[in-house]
């Protein structure tokens, strides 16, 4: 086994910081949200492909207009975790096969 010690060693300097990142990277975050959309909707048989865009389209709209009513302004990650939410809503009917 191995084993890795995350134990902080002492106070984190402050000299040359010019300003605090945000915890997440944001280009990072969409590429990753593009690729995930498209690798999802590729998988699926194509009948239901358009109501698998239908849904994560109606759920990002849904979750930017949640985050401009709650916290007065639109977030590109708002945006993410509604394309994701979407996609993961409309998996369990993704299963169906209409041409049966």
């Known amino acids: 086994m191995i084993f890795v010690d995350l134990s902080p060693d002492g106070p984190r300097r402050q000299a040359g910081r010019q300003e605090e990142f945000p915890s ?3 280009l990072m975050a969409l590429a990753g949200a593009g690729i995930f959309w498209g690798k999802v909707v590729y998988r699926r048989i194509p009948p239901l492909q358009l109501s698998l865009h239908i849904c994560a389209a109606t759920s990002i709209l849904v979750w930017t207009c949640w985050d401009v009513l709650f916290i007065k302004k639109p977030s590109e990650i708002g945006a993410i975790q509604g394309m994701i939410t979407g996609l993961v ?3 369990p009917a993704a299963g169906e096969d209409p041409s049966d």
């Open 89 to 91: 809503c409309e998996t």
């Open 24 to 26: 997440n990277n944001l």
